[in-house]
C-alpha cells in the first residue's frame, strides 16, 4: 500500500479492532495495511454482486473443506457423465471470471485455475501458465479436467487466448497463449 495516500478514521466497535489487531499481527500485517486489504477484497465482491453476508458461511465451509479434508472433493456439472456438461461448466464459469475488474484474463485463468487445485491438489506456476498435480487425477478425472479447461477455452477465443492443454501421469499442464501470432 502506498505510503502518500491520505488517511481516514474508520470507527469501530473494540471487540473488533481487537479482534482485527490480533490478526493482523498473527498475519505478519501492520493494523493499517490489514484492514485496507480485507475492506479492499470485500468492496470488489459486493461490487461482483455478492453479498458476503450471504456467502459467508459458504465461505466458511469450504475454507475448512480446503485446510482440513484430504479426500476428493469437486465441483460437478448435474450430468456428470457428459463430457460436454464438464465443457459447459468450464465455459459457465470463465464466461463469469472475464468481468473481474482489474484482472486481466489470464489472470482469471489461474484464479480460476487455483479454485479447481486447490480442491484436487497442487497447482504450480510456470511460465505463461501452470501446472495441476494430484494423486486424485486418475484418467476419468484427468478427461473432467481437461473439458473444463476446453469450455474455458471457447470463451477465451474471443478474445485471441487459446489454452495449451497437456494431460501428464496424475497432471495437467496448461500454457496460455496471448498472442494471436503464437496461435
Not at 459486493?46 to 473443506?65: A, F, T
Not at 460437478?76 to 457428459?82: D, F, G, I
Not at 464438464?86 to 464459469?93: Q, V
Not at 482489474?102 to 506456476?125: C, P, R, T, W
Request: with cysteine; proline share 2%; hydrophobic share 40%.
Amino acid at each position: 500500500m502506498e505510503q502518500n495516500k491520505k488517511r481516514h478514521p474508520c470507527f469501530m466497535d473494540e471487540g473488533v479492532y481487537e479482534r482485527l489487531a490480533e490478526l493482523a499481527r498473527y498475519n505478519g500485517n501492520r493494523l493499517y495495511e490489514y484492514t485496507n486489504e480485507l475492506l479492499s477484497d470485500a468492496i470488489q465482491i459486493e461490487e461482483q454482486g455478492i453479498s458476503l453476508r450471504s456467502i459467508k458461511d459458504l465461505v466458511i465451509i469450504l475454507g475448512k473443506i480446503t485446510q482440513n479434508y484430504k479426500g476428493h472433493f469437486m465441483i460437478s456439472p448435474v450430468n456428470e457423465n457428459s463430457i460436454e456438461s464438464w465443457k459447459d461448466l468450464g465455459a459457465s464459469l470463465m464466461t463469469i471470471m472475464r468481468f473481474v475488474p482489474g484482472q486481466s484474463l489470464k489472470e482469471s485463468v489461474i484464479s480460476l485455475a487455483s479454485f479447481f487445485a486447490v480442491f484436487l491438489g497442487e497447482m504450480k506456476a510456470e511460465e505463461n501458465g501452470f501446472q495441476i498435480i494430484s494423486p486424485f487425477l486418475n484418467e476419468e478425472n484427468i478427461e473432467k479436467l481437461v473439458n473444463i479447461f476446453k469450455g474455458m477455452e471457447e470463451v477465451l477465443t474471443k478474445d485471441g487466448i487459446k489454452l495449451e492443454i497437456k494431460m501428464g501421469n496424475r497432471s495437467v499442464r496448461i500454457k496460455v497463449i496471448e498472442d494471436k501470432k503464437d496461435l
